[in-house]
C-alpha cells in the first residue's frame, strides 16, 4: 500500500470520528444598538435552561443585549438587568424573570406559552426602584404622587379596572405600584401619603403635605366603595330576577 493511500486512509477514519465527536459552541451575547460583545458573556451560548441571574452592576449586566428569535425557554434572568434588551419572536416558555428590569424592553411576539414566571415585569415596569414613593418621577415625594395613583384607583387608565392588575409591560412615569405587588390599590396612595415630608415645627398656618390629601385619599376611597356596593347590589339583583311562569304567561 503506497504512502497517498494511507494517508487517504488516514484521513478518512479520522473524519468519520470527528463526526462522533461532542460539538462545542462558543458564542457570545451582542449589546444589539452598538454590535459589541457584552462584557462578561464571551463564550456563552443564549440556549435553553441558560443561568444569567445576578447581573445587575454598571459593570455586569445585559442591558441592550440582543435576545431576538433565540430559544430561552426555561433560562433564568433572575435580578438581572436585562432594560432595552430585544427578546423579539424569542421562547421565553417558563422562562423566569423574578426581580429583573425590564423597562424598555422589545417583548412583542415573544413565545411565552406554558407556566411563564414573568410576573416580576409588573413590579419592576411600574415600581420605581430608586424611590417608591415619587410616582411621577421628578422631584421626590409630594402630593401629585399620591394624586396620581388615586386618580388611576378612580379610571383604572393602566391597571385591569376589576383585578388592578398593571399589564405586563409600560412606559412609565407614572410609577402606579407604590408597594410592588403588581396591582394598583388604595393601599397604594395611602403608602405614599405615610411618606410625605414631614411639617413638624412648620408655621401653623402652613397646610401639611399629608392633611391636604387625606380628604381626597377619602373622597376617592368613598367613590370605590360606592361603585364596589353598587356593581355587587346589580350582581344581586340579577340573581333574584325569575323567569314569569307558564300561568302568567298565559300558557295554561
Known sequence: MNINRQLRLLFSALAVLASFAPSVTHSDIFNWQTGETI?????????PIIRLSGWNTDERNLQFADFERLDLSSALFFDSWLDNALYQQANLTRANFFRASLTGAYLSQTNTTGDVALLAINYVTWHNIENPFDVDGLDGTSRLDALLVINELADRVFSDPITGQLPLVGSPPPYLDVNNDGVVSPLDPLLVINALPSTSGAPSSEVPESRGVLPLVSA??????????????????????????HRQCGLE
Request: glycine share 6%.
Open 220 to 245: 376617592a376611597l368613598f367613590v370605590l366603595a360606592a361603585r364596589r356596593r353598587k356593581s355587587s347590589q346589580s350582581k344581586t339583583n340579577a340573581r333574584r330576577i325569575r323567569l314569569p311562569t
Open 39 to 47: 462584557p462578561g458573556t464571551e463564550g456563552l451560548v443564549p440556549e
